[in-house]
């Protein structure tokens, strides 16, 4: 079992920045592909960015590129979604998930996902 648990969460003006954090517990977080995903009022769960277990590899949605950057320290079992310019489009509940299945290949699709944390909202105003 993993346990996650998000947190950073909150209100900022567009342009403005937010750090989230992911805490895991359970099993050896450091072995294992780490994602965000992220749920808007009214549409489906999209996927943000994931990092591979050594922090080599990185994927991103292209709504995000360039804007937002994943990070993970394995020693501390954390992992860090650095958003800068945010826009009102990114308000959300973002969602820290982990592929305990995968060790470097990075999927997109929140069904390649098997633990997932509660959640933690963002809300850009405009």
């Known amino acids: 079992q993993v346990q996650l648990v998000e947190s950073g969460g909150g209100l900022v003006q567009a342009g403005g920045s937010l750090r989230l954090s992911c805490a895991a517990s359970g099993r050896t977080f450091s072995n294992y592909v780490m994602g965000w995903f992220r749920q808007a009022p009214g549409k489906e769960r999209e996927f943000v960015t994931a990092?591979?277990?050594?922090?080599?590899?990185?994927r991103y949605a292209d709504s995000v590129l360039g804007r937002f950057t994943i990070s993970r320290d394995n020693a501390k079992s954390t992992v860090h979604l650095q958003m800068n310019s945010l826009k009102p489009e990114d308000t959300a509940v973002y969602y820290c998930a982990v592929d305990s299945k995968r060790f470097q290949t990075i999927v997109t699709t929140d069904r390649g996902y098997d633990y997932w944390g509660q959640g933690t909202q963002v809300t850009v105003s405009s």
């Open positions: 990092i591979s277990r050594s922090g080599g590899s990185t």
